[in-house]
């Protein structure tokens, strides 16, 4: 999926289709729930290594293995939707090359309409089961048009907890038969990670099971790469700015609510910001009113720098130097730093440096990685993309229900101090307490 101008994993609209489709098999039994020894939901976590950048990438992803035996697939993160899903052999009416065969779900996996996941995607009103064993249909469609219809199953997830133990919980996710994309017909990821905090998402799914706390946590590196966890053993316990998560009705979405923007420590007179934290937007996305302080501003503070209006394909707005420019650190001295202030985090406040929103082309340009979100169709929303996440923990602490960020390094490890290395051929596995999942027996998983 392309996203390095268009919001594309933001407001995921979940619609099931009446449950329709009544299938001739037995009715999923449920597992057994009985949580295995050594598991518990206080000091337990997952950890997964990131690949990808904001540019010329567009995107971060990771790998989650799943089945039995397991086999590995790439996903998009997306903290601005809830549904994991990716692209499968139901047969596929309409799907993109991904970098792995299509998952092919089991038969035993499928998801029925009376099953509560199914029931988690909608609201009661739009609710039909009309029969207990009609498999449960869904389509998640996306800002830039873009959409995926498929069927809710269940599978193995092979995770490796900080805590030593590989188990291998059944999980509920979508099976995507039919894409619609907006371009590119090669897509660079198998699918989409849902991380928003619907009961649908998976880290919900591992908190109802016992496993983890539901709290997450991702770390993108300005020099691409990362990491990501899911549980609260490696949240720092120290330096985090906590903000609460805003509790409006009209959202689902991580928000740390109404924001006052500044520049250079001075107000835009541009205030009651609604922002969003999303993962899923490469770019940051302000509405016409703030886009514009944006522009005056920096366009104001480079008056008399050596810096001239360019054009470049890769973003709307850019400058030119004497010389090309080599990375941020080239233009840091050009730019001053804008901050976002929240009212209900007692004045916290997340400074955005010139490399949080700000890019170097392939010409040697910089760029300006904030965009006007009015244009694109997102009203009175300012989206928080990757560009400005990046170089600090982010997390999202259902559990409290807050939303917490420190600056880190994210080519290493919190706690462990262990060095990101994404060059490993194992790189794909669930970290802490070695890895290779794929090359042990799977009956040394523990399947619930």
């Given at each position: 999926?392309?996203?390095?101008?268009?919001?594309?994993?933001?407001?995921?609209l979940v619609v099931i289709k009446g449950c329709s489709g009544a299938v001739n098999q037995n009715q999923y039994q449920q597992q057994n729930k009985k949580k295995p020894s050594g598991v518990g939901v206080?000091?337990?976590?997952?950890?997964?290594?990131?690949?990808?950048?904001?540019?010329?990438?567009?995107?971060?992803?990771?790998?989650?293995?799943?089945?039995?035996?397991?086999?590995?697939?790439?996903?998009?993160?997306?903290?601005?939707?809830?549904?994991?899903?990716?692209?499968?052999?139901?047969?596929?009416?309409?799907?993109?090359?991904?970098?792995?065969?299509?998952?092919?779900?089991?038969?035993?996996?499928?998801?029925?309409?009376?099953?509560?996941?199914?029931?988690?995607?909608?609201?009661?009103?739009?609710?039909?089961?009309?029969?207990?064993?009609?498999?449960?249909?869904?389509?998640?469609?996306?800002?830039?048009?873009?959409?995926?219809?498929?069927?809710l199953v269940r599978d193995v997830f092979p995770l490796r907890f900080t805590n030593g133990s590989l188990l291998g919980p059944r999980l509920a996710f979508g099976c995507g038969y039919d894409q619609q994309?907006?371009?590119?017909?090669?897509?660079?990821?198998?699918?989409?990670?849902?991380?928003?905090?619907?009961?649908?998402?998976?880290?919900?799914?591992?908190?109802?099971?016992?496993?983890?706390?539901?709290?997450?946590?991702?770390?993108?590196?300005?020099?691409?790469?990362?990491?990501?966890?899911?549980?609260?053993?490696?949240?720092?316990?120290?330096?985090?700015?906590?903000?609460?998560?805003?509790?409006?009705?009209?959202?689902?979405?991580?928000?740390?609510?109404?924001?006052?923007?500044?520049?250079?420590?001075?107000?835009?007179?541009?205030?009651?910001?609604?922002?969003?934290?999303?993962?899923?937007?490469?770019?940051?996305?302000?509405?016409?009113?703030?886009?514009?302080?944006?522009?005056?501003?920096?366009?104001?503070?480079?008056?008399?720098?050596?810096?001239?209006?360019?054009?470049?394909?890769?973003?709307?707005?850019?400058?030119?130097?004497?010389?090309?420019?080599?990375?941020?650190?080239?233009?840091?001295?050009?730019?001053?730093?804008?901050?976002?202030?929240?009212?209900?985090?007692?004045?916290?406040?997340?400074?955005?440096?010139?490399?949080?929103?700000?890019?170097?082309?392939?010409?040697?340009?910089?760029?300006?990685?904030?965009?006007?979100?009015?244009?694109?169709?997102?009203?009175?929303?300012?989206?928080?993309?990757?560009?400005?996440?990046?170089?600090?923990?982010?997390?999202?602490?259902?559990?409290?229900?807050?939303?917490?960020?420190?600056?880190?390094?994210?080519?290493?490890?919190?706690?462990?101090?262990?060095?990101?290395?994404?060059?490993?051929?194992?790189?794909?596995?669930?970290?802490?307490?070695?890895?290779?999942?794929?090359?042990?027996?799977?009956?040394?998983?523990?399947?619930?």
């Amino acid at each position: 999926m392309e996203k390095k101008i268009l919001l594309l994993l933001l407001f995921a609209l979940v619609v099931i289709k009446g449950c329709s489709g009544a299938v001739n098999q037995n009715q999923y039994q449920q597992q057994n729930k009985k949580k295995p020894s050594g598991v518990g939901v206080i000091g337990s976590s997952v950890v997964f290594p990131i690949r990808g950048n904001v540019y010329p990438d567009g995107y971060f992803y990771t790998v989650l293995l799943m089945g039995n035996p397991p086999k590995p697939y790439y996903f998009d993160i997306d903290t601005g939707s809830d549904l994991t899903w990716l692209q499968c052999d139901a047969p596929c009416v309409s799907c993109s090359k991904v970098p792995h065969p299509l998952y092919r779900p089991n038969k035993n996996g499928l998801i029925f309409c009376s099953d509560p996941v199914c029931a988690s995607l909608h609201t009661p009103e739009n609710y039909k089961c009309l029969k207990p064993n009609e498999q449960c249909d869904y389509e998640v469609e996306y800002a830039d048009q873009a959409s995926s219809l498929g069927v809710l199953v269940r599978d193995v997830f092979p995770l490796r907890f900080t805590n030593g133990s590989l188990l291998g919980p059944r999980l509920a996710f979508g099976c995507g038969y039919d894409q619609q994309v907006s371009s590119a017909t090669v897509s660079p990821t198998d699918g989409v990670l849902g991380l928003g905090n619907g009961k649908s998402s998976i880290v919900s799914q591992l908190r109802n099971m016992g496993l983890i706390q539901n709290v997450i946590g991702h770390c993108f590196s300005g020099r691409g790469g990362g990491f990501m966890f899911f549980g609260d053993d490696l949240v720092p316990s120290q330096r985090v700015v906590w903000t609460p998560m805003s509790k409006s009705s009209s959202h689902k979405h991580y928000s740390p609510g109404l924001a006052e923007l500044l520049f250079g420590k001075q107000s835009t007179g541009v205030k009651n910001l609604l922002v969003i934290f999303d993962s899923g937007s490469s770019y940051t996305y302000f509405t016409s009113e703030a886009y514009r302080a944006v522009i005056s501003s920096v366009r104001k503070d480079l008056t008399g720098k050596p810096l001239k209006v360019t054009d470049d394909d890769s973003l709307p707005v850019c400058w030119k130097g004497p010389k090309p420019f080599k990375s941020i650190r080239d233009v840091k001295k050009y730019f001053n730093s804008f901050v976002l202030s929240f009212a209900d985090g007692k004045k916290a406040q997340l400074e955005l440096p010139p490399e949080a929103y700000l890019i170097i082309t392939v010409h040697g340009n910089v760029c300006l990685g904030i965009l006007n979100g009015t244009e694109v169709g997102l009203q009175d929303i300012n989206i928080l993309g990757d560009i400005s996440l990046q170089d600090r923990m982010v997390i999202y602490d259902n559990e409290k229900q807050q939303i917490g960020w420190v600056a880190a390094d994210c080519n290493r490890l919190p706690k462990s101090g262990k060095s990101v290395d994404h060059d490993d051929e194992d790189w794909s596995q669930p970290w802490t307490f070695n890895t290779g999942i794929l090359q042990e027996q799977s009956a040394g998983i523990d399947t619930l």
